[in-house]
């Protein structure tokens, strides 16, 4: 074995059987297992955390299937790179008479035009596309190669699956090496690893290869922190991460914990987050989760978009933060949300109903003529300026679909809606 290779490279899986926590894909059950028994392999997209394995699986599938390996990135490829493989892979085809694999790393970073340049080669079988993506690919790979291709999840490394590569790694060093390290535990190890394999496999090599000419022989985490010399916060802000702690952050404030939600906010600054993202979700969110229980939430979560774009980091920060307890400790209510969201599937449902004529404008005589604007009567014109009108198409008369949250400002607004309408809602 050459000792410049990576140790992450060396300890590569080359089988089904070396592939660590995905048994639901690689187990004597897994699809990709029987798939490859049954040699029927169509185009597959791998969607997980960095470091599950994703390039692995596919080298391993290439192999296993007998066919030519193809490789592109899609942050450095563009569709001329694509075009020029695909013609590659159509030579081979014709010699193998098996399709080749065009495996296609971060694919949701191809644009449109770049997956759709994809698209012919995979109906005609010219290729087998084996896409690796980080982000939900629901959203981010365009829906002709999608329903062309089938979603597998690749699921994060249990702790146990850590530590038990943490150990792999380190009996590979020490038989490289002629060493005898030992780890006395493995927990920082794994932290600073957020869960991606290769990392770890880094870190155990950077770190043993630090004290290799040393006395020391068991590996502490004030050993291994002391080499890293930084604890790295587990966060994307390009990948799956960036959905999971967005969605933590916003539950944390419509939960009304305003703890939990400066500890997310801190995640994702610590990370690198988009500043406006953030405060745009906490606008969404002040009124959606907050509403008509404290109106000025709105206010102020706009008031915070506006000003981080003035302050910009580090000092945004602080307005984020000053915002986000102010939602998360306001009175919550889903009131007005709700009430669009009935109204509009109601619409959908009923179609486009005719307006009442008293509610009709009528700018010529001849819709005047036509009774359009007949018995309106104008609200102000009234005590309290209040009329008791009929406002719905006659068909759906009294169809209620705002019920005033229960607090105290909506308890006000429902008490005057009983006292205008005398329990018509």
Request: a neutral charge; aromatic letters at 8%; glycine letters at 6%.
């Amino acid at each position: 074995m050459n000792q410049n290779i990576p140790l992450a490279e060396q300890l590569r899986p080359q089988t089904l059987d070396e592939v660590l926590g995905q048994e639901h894909l690689t187990g004597k059950t897994g699809t990709i297992r029987k798939m490859l028994e049954n040699d029927s392999l169509n185009s597959l997209i791998f969607w997980g955390p960095p470091g599950t394995g994703k390039t692995t699986l596919a080298e391993i599938i290439s192999e296993n299937s007998g066919r030519k390996f193809f490789k592109l990135s899609a942050v450095s490829s563009g569709v001329k790179d694509v075009r020029d493989v695909i013609e590659e892979a159509k030579k081979q085809n014709l010699f193998s008479g098996k399709s080749p694999i065009l495996f296609i790393d971060e694919i949701h970073r191809f644009n449109k035009s770049q997956q759709d340049s994809l698209l012919h080669a995979v109906e005609k079988g010219w290729i087998v596309l084996i896409g690796a993506t980080t982000e939900n690919p629901s959203f981010e790979v365009v829906s002709a190669l999608l329903s062309r291709s089938q979603v597998y999840v690749l699921k994060p490394l249990s702790y146990a699956k850590l530590e038990e590569l943490a150990e792999i790694a380190l009996a590979k060093f020490n038989d490289n090496e002629k060493t005898d390290f030992s780890l006395k535990d493995k927990a920082a190890f794994i932290q600073y690893s957020g869960g991606d394999a290769r990392k770890l496999i880094n870190s155990v090599e950077l770190v043993l290869n630090q004290f290799k000419n040393s006395k020391k022989k068991e590996i502490s985490n004030e050993d291994v922190m002391s080499v890293l010399q930084e604890n790295m916060a587990l966060y994307d802000k390009n990948g799956e991460q960036h959905y999971d702690i967005i969605s933590a952050f916003i539950k944390s404030m419509r939960g009304s914990d305003p703890n939990a939600a400066v500890y997310w906010l801190a995640r994702m600054l610590a990370g690198g987050e988009d500043i406006k993202f953030i405060a745009r979700r906490m606008l969404i969110l002040a009124a959606e989760d907050i509403g008509l229980a404290n109106p000025n939430a709105l206010v102020v979560a706009n008031n915070c978009f506006q000003a981080i774009n003035v302050i910009g980091n580090p000092e945004a920060r602080i307005i984020l933060s000053e915002t986000a307890v102010y939602l998360a400790v306001s009175p919550k209510s889903n009131s007005t949300y709700t009430a669009i969201n009935e109204a509009m599937a109601f619409v959908k449902r009923t179609g486009n109903l005719p307006v009442p004529l008293h509610l009709r404008n009528a700018p010529t005589k001849l819709m005047k003529d036509m009774d359009y604007g007949k018995d309106y009567q104008y609200a102000h014109s009234h005590e309290g300026n209040f009329v008791d009108l009929e406002f719905l198409p006659e068909e759906i008369r009294g169809q209620k679909f705002y019920n005033p949250g229960n607090n105290s400002t909506e308890k006000k607004i429902r008490e005057e809606m009983e006292k205008k309408w005398k329990g018509k809602y």
